[in-house]
């Protein structure tokens, strides 16, 4: 017996690949933008003045996922400190876009415990806008390994992309229109 075999055509390999690869080049790029930006911000911050705050609240919030059972927890940490007299409240421990944000209850209530409530602590501020500060420098390694993670995604939809280009290409070449 003989099977009949239905033939690929390349064109509809490339739009599948065009189809999966784009998503993930366009969340790799919004990734790289991000990682480049808090660099940037963590080279800012380091000029940026400090004063003593004290911590008001310290608590982490959790947060459901839709599309599945899993659960992220992110730190809800509120400190207030003072600029030439005037009083401010914060609640970002890195002044840019990275949040800390843990995939286990535990990794989040060891984390909240370097903030408790009524802790003094070291808050950064830029000069020229005071109510933008925090109490790091520099991103956590966990948000910025989370931010590495998506831009590798982004070079493998960059690769995939190139892949269904050249392969799209390739078949106006050899598989006329019909």
Request: glycine share 8%; aromatic share 12%.
């Amino acid at each position: 017996m003989s099977r009949n075999k239905i033939p690929i055509n390349p064109r509809f390999i490339s739009y599948i690949c065009g189809c999966i690869f784009l998503p993930m080049l366009f969340v790799g790029l919004m990734s790289l933008r991000a990682i480049l930006k808090d660099r940037e911000l963590a080279r800012e911050i380091a000029d940026w003045p400090s004063t003593k705050g004290t911590i008001v609240t310290s608590t982490y919030s959790t947060r459901s996922h839709r599309s599945s059972s899993d659960r992220t927890y992110s730190l809800d940490v509120q400190y207030t400190f003072e600029v030439n007299g005037q009083p401010y409240r914060g609640t970002k421990l890195f002044p840019g876009d990275a949040a800390l944000t843990y995939r286990r209850v535990r990794q989040a209530e060891k984390a909240l415990r370097a903030y408790p409530e009524g802790k003094t602590v070291t808050v950064y501020y830029d000069p020229k806008a005071p109510e933008r500060a925090g109490l790091l420098r520099k991103p956590e390694v966990a948000a910025t390994f989370g931010l590495a993670i998506g831009a590798l995604f982004g070079l493998m939809g960059l690769c995939g992309t190139v892949f269904a280009v050249w392969l799209f290409r390739y078949s106006a070449k050899k598989v006329p229109n019909a």
